[in-house]
Nanobody, 119 residues
Framework: QVQLVESGGGLVQPGGSLRLSCAAS????????MRWYRQAPGKQRELVTT???????NTVTSVKGRFTISRDNAKNTVYLQMDSLKPEDTAVYYC?????????????WGQGTQVTVSS
């Protein structure tokens, strides 16, 4: 059974930084797209940033220049470096990935990690 396990959330002051990690484990044959989503209170879940297996990235305008996605293919892990954090970045952050186990491709979600930006 494939799982995505996130870590690294917490409380940070405006202007601060956090680094989120998300590790995929289980019977993994291949991992293609890896993504970070976030959901703020009372809002819909939004796609923040995506990275391909080759390292190409796409990031939403509101965080471009402040958030950086990266991955370690050998560890099946994706990271989100968040700098210059703002109160409006407060949300539950979820990782998401397209993973092939021994049989087929499926989409998986992490459990979510809370990021709170407040003084």
């Amino acid at each position: 059974q494939v799982q995505l396990v996130e870590s690294g959330g917490g409380l940070v002051q405006p202007g601060g930084s956090l680094r989120l990690s998300c590790a995929a484990s289980g019977s993994i044959f291949s991992v293609s797209y890896m993504r970070w989503y976030r959901q703020a209170p009372g809002k819909q879940r939004e796609l923040v940033t995506t990275i391909t297996s080759g390292g190409s990235t796409n990031t939403v305008t509101s965080v471009k220049g402040r958030f950086t996605i990266s991955r370690d293919n050998a560890k099946n892990t994706v990271y989100l470096q968040m700098d210059s954090l703002k109160p409006e970045d407060t949300a539950v952050y979820y990782c998401n990935a397209n993973i092939r186990d021994t049989n087929r491709w499926s989409e998986y979600w992490g459990q979510g990690t809370q990021v709170t930006v407040s003084s």
